[in-house]
């Protein structure tokens, strides 16, 4: 069986597991759950901060109103972390349209809308991609801004790689035009 060119090397690159000339859809709709792994370090880094007050506390080379301020400082900073914490366990529903639209509803834990509809969303500068890590930055019509902290545990592993697949095409298309 004779092969033109073109068809050569189609047949090479397939074999050599290449795919050429295919267009591929970056179109995504994930539930973004808040990550275990993130959460039980923000747990780590208060209860470290604890340690830390309860060392400050019983420390006798410090004076005792130096020593005293510190320790309401730690403890107001668990305090704060510990609301921050409670507040961030939002889960949240994220839609990337094929020409790069992205939509976002926060929904419950069982899966029910908080707000009626998707609202759209756009990518902030800041937003980072790592292999493990995505913090986006994401801001809608009214200027409010969402920071989504996504580890691969935060979604199955398959829409963990495309949403970041997605979101690096999106940043490549905004920096090109």
């Given at each position: 069986m004779r092969y033109s060119t073109p068809q050569k090397i189609r047949t090479i690159a397939m074999w050599c597991g290449f795919v050429l000339f295919t267009s591929m859809s970056i179109a995504i709709s994930t539930s973004l759950r808040p990550s275990p792994i993130l959460q039980a370090i923000q747990y780590g880094l208060l209860l470290l901060l604890v340690a830390t007050a309860a060392t400050l506390f019983f420390m006798p080379d410090i004076a005792a109103q130096l020593r005293y301020s510190l320790v309401a400082v730690c403890l107001c900073a668990v305090g704060f972390a510990a609301w921050w914490q409670q507040k961030q366990k939002i889960h949240y529903q994220i839609t990337i349209s094929h020409e790069g639209n992205i939509y976002l509803s926060r929904i419950t834990t069982d899966g029910t809308a908080i707000s009626s509809a998707s609202e759209l969303v756009s990518l902030v500068a800041g937003s980072t991609i790592?292999?493990?890590?995505?913090?986006?930055?994401?801001?809608?019509?009214?200027?409010?801004?969402?920071?989504?902290?996504?580890?691969?545990?935060?979604?199955?592993?398959?829409?963990?790689?495309?949403?970041?697949?997605?979101?690096?095409?999106?940043?490549?298309?905004k920096t090109k035009s």
């Open positions: 790592w292999p493990s890590f995505m913090l986006l930055r994401l801001r809608n019509e009214a200027g409010r801004i969402y920071p989504l902290a996504l580890m691969p545990d935060s979604t199955s592993a398959d829409n963990f790689r495309a949403l970041a697949v997605a979101v690096r095409w999106i940043i490549r298309r």
